[in-house]
Structures are given as structure tokens and as C-alpha cells.
Antibody, heavy 118, light 112 residues
Framework: EVQLVESGGGLVQPGRSLKLSCVAS????????MNWIRQAPGKGLEWVAY????????YYAETVKGRFTISRDNAKNTLYLQMTSLRSEDTALYYC???????????WGQGASVTVSS | DVVLTQTPPTLSATIGQSVSISCRSS???????????LNWLLQRPGQPPQLLIY???RLESGVPNRFSGSGSGTDFTLKISGVEAEDLGVYYC?????????FGGGTKLELK
């Protein structure tokens, strides 16, 4: 069974940093590109970042470019999102999602909650 | 960025009723490789989104066949033939033909 489990969320002050992790199991993690997608409270879905299977290709949403860094450790089956200079508008539930070879986000984690507030 | 517009934003249905959700794109989602990367997700209350349909009309494994997708170019439709209680939640269309991937605003399906 494919599983994605996020962790590392919490309450953080504006301007501070936080690092999310997503541990994958049930599939060959190193064969898949991965995404981070977020959902602000009561709002829709927003794509945040993508990393290819071998980390050769990395893309960010304009809203987080220069502040967030996506990375992965294929030996540990783990995806990361380093978030710096956090703002109140970054408050959201952050999901990791697998990207299939048909560009489909076909598996999602339960999400990690990030609240940015003083 | 590609804008996906979903209508209606809210849909009230009775059990057994058939309903449709529209997703219109600001530009064609036909990729140069011939595929159209338009997918549908369902987010049940308190749950992460789950994939229902990919490449416009292909049913994800395990998804009931009362769900169907159709469309081309810029106009797409998700149809539920006979709503069941477990179908309640928010439906999103999402495109990955053009970077960055973008989501529709969602359609909330609720019981009448």
C-alpha cells in the first residue's frame, strides 16, 4: 500500500523557519517525482513545489520562490520542504503528493499543519 | 498560469441523482505529445484529496464506474451517475499540461 506521511508542522512566528518531511513507503520512492501542495484554512489547493526523481529538476510557485527549498533523500525515502521567512499567508495544511509518469498527483499524504502567527 | 474555472461552486443533490461539474480552462490543455493532462480529485471532509479520473476520462483504480469524465481542449465535465452518500465532498479539477500545475476552485457536493 502506498503511504505518504508528513511531519514537522507546527506554530511558528512570522519570519522564522520550519522544515517539513514526508516519508514514503509502499513504492519505489526513487522512481517518482514529488510535489508539495498546500491548502489554506477553508480554501482550495495550491501547488507549491516539485522535485524530479533524481533531483535534477526543481520548480517552485512564485509565491514561495526564494523562501522555500524542496529536496529529497532517496536512501531514506524522504521528501523535505525547508520553509524560511515565513509569512501569515503561508498558514496552511501542507500535503506531499506523488507524481506518476502521466503527470498525475496520484497519491497524497494526510498533510502537515503550519500556522504562522505571532 | 492556466486558470481553471469550475461551475457550479456548490451542488445540492439527492441520493441517486445524476450530477455534472464543469471545468473550463483559460487555454487548451492538449499537450504537444497528444495527451490532455486534466484530472479530477475528490476531497472528502477532513481527508486529503484523492484521485478519481486522469487524462480526462481514465478512471483511477478502485474508483466506482458511476464516475466519468469527458471533454477536450478547454471544456471538461465530471459526471456522477447516481450520487451516493460517500460521494459528498469537494471536487477539484487540476491540470498539468502547462507549468505550473493549477487547480480549479472546487465544487462542493452536498445533500439536498
Amino acid at each position: 500500500e502506498v503511504q505518504l506521511v508528513e511531519s514537522g508542522g507546527g506554530l511558528v512566528q512570522p519570519g522564522r523557519s520550519l522544515k517539513l518531511s514526508c516519508v514514503a513507503s509502499g513504492f519505489t520512492f526513487s522512481n517518482y517525482g514529488m510535489n508539495w501542495i498546500r491548502q489554506a484554512p477553508g480554501k482550495g489547493l495550491e501547488w507549491v513545489a516539485y522535485i524530479s526523481s533524481g533531483s535534477s529538476y526543481i520548480y517552485y510557485a512564485e509565491t514561495v520562490k526564494g523562501r522555500f527549498t524542496i529536496s529529497r533523500d532517496n536512501a531514506k525515502n524522504t521528501l523535505y520542504l525547508q520553509m524560511t521567512s515565513l509569512r501569515s499567508e503561508d498558514t496552511a495544511l501542507y500535503y506531499c503528493a506523488r507524481r506518476s509518469n502521466l503527470y498525475v498527483m496520484d497519491a497524497w499524504g494526510q498533510g502537515a499543519s503550519v500556522t504562522v502567527s505571532s | 498560469d492556466v486558470v481553471l474555472t469550475q461551475t457550479p461552486p456548490t451542488l445540492s443533490a439527492t441520493i441517486g441523482q445524476s450530477v455534472s461539474i464543469s471545468c473550463r480552462s483559460s487555454q487548451s490543455l492538449l499537450h504537444s505529445n497528444g495527451n490532455t493532462y486534466l484530472n479530477w480529485l475528490l476531497q472528502r471532509p477532513g481527508q486529503p484529496p484523492q484521485l478519481l479520473i486522469y487524462l480526462v476520462s481514465r478512471l483511477e483504480s478502485g474508483v466506482p464506474n458511476r464516475f466519468s469524465g469527458s471533454g477536450s481542449g478547454t471544456d471538461f465535465t465530471l459526471k456522477i451517475s447516481g450520487v451516493e452518500a460517500e460521494d459528498l465532498g469537494v471536487y477539484y479539477c487540476v491540470q498539468s499540461t502547462h507549468a505550473p500545475p493549477t487547480f480549479g476552485g472546487g465544487t462542493k457536493l452536498e445533500l439536498k
